[in-house]
């Protein structure tokens, strides 16, 4: 595979890796050199767009209850040896203490978790009961002003908050989301493909970085062949049975054309033409090496193979 290819991210005038690498319930639960190793791998195969979060300890073992993931992150960062400028990281807003932290509080509070200065993509969840939409969209675009931010995106928005946020920010003057994290697979779908979600993306300018792209691990195709798994337990709820019938039908698909269900997964959504990259997490360097596989798996796929991909998971 050449050069890992790029994508702007929408009107910013920032260009990400189209495959970013996330830490959610990640680093603090593997072993340091484990850690290390895949921000090495990440690295070096060209990814240079780190997504990072602040959530509550699990384990029963971090120093604080709170945050520590992003003090893991900040470490292992510092110890890739990354230039800041070369790569662009993003964090989320999460209001969970408003009105008693505003943005500005929280994202300080997660700058000096990681050992940062700045983020260069703040994410916010929607606004919390009591905080209006427009202060939040007044807060969140002044942390541009004071630099603690280069750009702003959505964390699962509904197309009528993007709409309503997007005519806030150009109402003070301001740039409007460039990104929205959206849940994106062959299992779900309508959060990026309803019509009103993609007119209200293309009027902000907005593109989306699509998450949970393998549905939890089941279109790895591990399931399928009977491997075990922490989603091994749920095979029999209906909640997921949608999901490890499309698992079967992407295992059989690729089996029949000696790929990886993985990477084609990954394909599904990097075809789609909003989306700027699709974010994944690992605990081993070679996932990243096996998730690289969809970049020549989309250059190299007819439209007739595209159309099939979609197909699967449409029947049941």
Not at 164 to 187: E, F, H, I, N, R
Request: aromatic share 8%; with cysteine.
């Amino acid at each position: 595979m050449g050069e890992l290819p790029h994508r702007p991210l929408g009107a910013s005038g920032i260009s990400v890796s189209c495959l970013s690498l996330g830490s959610w319930r990640t680093y603090e639960r593997i072993p340091r050199e484990d850690g290390l190793a895949v921000m090495r791998a990440a690295r070096e195969s060209g990814i240079d767009f780190l997504d990072d979060a602040r959530y509550n300890d699990e384990t029963g073992e971090a120093p604080m209850p709170t945050g520590h993931s992003e003090v893991v992150f900040g470490e292992l960062f510092r110890a890739t040896r990354w230039a800041r400028d070369e790569v662009t990281v993003a964090n989320k807003l999460w209001w969970e203490f408003w009105p008693d932290q505003s943005a500005a509080d929280e994202l300080d509070a997660s700058l000096g978790r990681m050992g940062l200065d700045h983020v260069d993509l703040i994410y916010t969840e929607p606004p919390p009961r009591g905080l209006e939409l427009p202060e939040l969209v007044e807060q969140v675009t002044a942390l541009i002003s004071d630099g603690k931010a280069r750009a702003w995106g959505l964390l699962n928005w509904t197309p009528a908050q993007i709409e309503w946020g997007t005519k806030v920010a150009d109402s003070l003057g301001m740039p409007a989301p460039c990104a929205a994290q959206l849940p994106y697979s062959l299992v779900r779908r309508d959060w990026v493909e309803d019509p009103n979600q993609v007119d209200a993306l293309r009027d902000a300018g907005a593109s989306v970085v699509a998450s949970y792209t393998l549905a939890g691990g089941t279109l790895t195709g591990k399931y399928a062949a009977g491997e075990s798994g922490r989603m091994a337990d749920s095979r029999d709820d209906p909640d997921w049975q949608h999901a490890f019938k499309t698992g079967d039908e992407l295992r059989k698909f690729a089996d029949e054309r000696g790929q990886s269900p993985a990477a084609l997964a990954l394909v599904f959504a990097l075809a789609n033409p909003l989306v700027a990259s699709v974010l994944f997490g690992a605990t081993r360097p070679q996932q990243i090496a096996q998730n690289l596989e969809a970049i020549d798996l989309l250059n190299e796929m007819s439209g007739e193979d595209l159309t099939a991909l979609r197909q699967l998971g449409t029947r049941h």
